[in-house]
């Protein structure tokens, strides 16, 4: 029994990739808002609406129409969004413009399609 415990204790790794591993793999603050980041890509329709502003910024009115989205839905999605730091709002009268804040939430859009080869 004890040379098992004994083998379950001893690492296969060298101390070089163990500490490489420590140090690569987040924690704390970062592991929170890598896990929150990604929750996003999490839902179909933060997807449909990521993917529409992806092409052109939006009002709530025409993202609710053109995905065919409940416009209530639409509008606590994108304040979501906004609030995670995803989605820019740009204020014209009295409509409300929503835009990706950075070209990297296309990239993760991107990414996964080209991860599930299409």
């Known amino acids: 029994m004890e040379d098992k415990i004994t ?3 001893t690492l296969l790794l060298d101390k070089r990739t ?7 793999v ?3 603050e970062l592991l929170e808002g890598i ?3 990604f929750s996003v890509f999490a839902d179909s329709t933060r997807i449909k609406i990521l993917s529409a502003l992806a092409i052109s910024e939006m009002c709530v009115t025409d993202i609710s129409r053109v995905l065919q989205i409940n416009q209530t839905t639409v509008s606590h999605q994108l304040r979501l969004l906004k609030n995670v730091g995803i989605v820019k709002s740009n204020r014209c009268g009295k409509v409300i413009f929503y835009s990706l804040k950075n070209d990297i939430i296309n990239d993760v859009l991107l990414k996964g399609i080209e991860f599930l080869g299409y």
């Open 7 to 9: 083998q379950l204790d």
């Open 18 to 24: 163990q500490s490489l591993i420590e140090n690569y």
């Open 26 to 28: 987040p924690a704390g």
């Open 35 to 37: 896990v929150c980041f």
